[in-house]
Nanobody, 126 residues
Framework: VQLQASGGGSVQAGGSLRLSCAGSGRSLGSFAVGWFRQAPGKEREFVAVISWSGGHAVEYAESVKGRFTISRDNDKNTIDLQMNSLKPEDTAVYYC???????????????????WGQGTLVTVSS
């Protein structure tokens, strides 16, 4: 599967953005899909994950819980990340990643994901 992340941009603190991770070549319905981000000078970190379409489970990093919502659109074959109440510390390049989960799996670990999209830059100004 190929992943294409989009929707990044510049916004003032308190504003909202919606990122989209589009899949091609294969339905994302069978995949768990996560969002990660990398701020300047920092390591890439987990943001959110959604299980395969039959699982309905979601998980968020504490820093975004209550502000970000991850969702799946099977018709469009996308995984979206709605980001509200954005803060300057949310500034980062955001990446989506996918995995066909088998067995034990830690969704917060980058090494678990086999497919990655290119990043999309989110800049939040104060």
């Amino acid at each position: 599967v190929q992943l294409q992340a989009s929707g990044g941009g510049s916004v003032q603190a308190g504003g909202s953005l919606r990122l989209s991770c589009a899949g091609s070549g294969r339905s994302l319905g069978s995949f768990a899909v996560g969002w990660f981000r990398q701020a300047p000078g920092k390591e890439r970190e987990f943001v959110a994950v959604i299980s395969w379409s039959g699982g309905h489970a979601v998980e968020y990093a504490e820093s975004v819980k209550g502000r970000f919502t991850i969702s799946r659109d099977n018709d469009k074959n996308t995984i979206d990340l709605q980001m509200n109440s954005l803060k300057p510390e949310d500034t980062a390049v955001y990446y989506c990643a996918a995995d066909l989960v088998t067995g034990r799996w830690n969704p917060r670990q980058q090494y678990e994901y086999d497919w990655w999209g290119q990043g999309t830059l989110v800049t939040v100004s104060s």
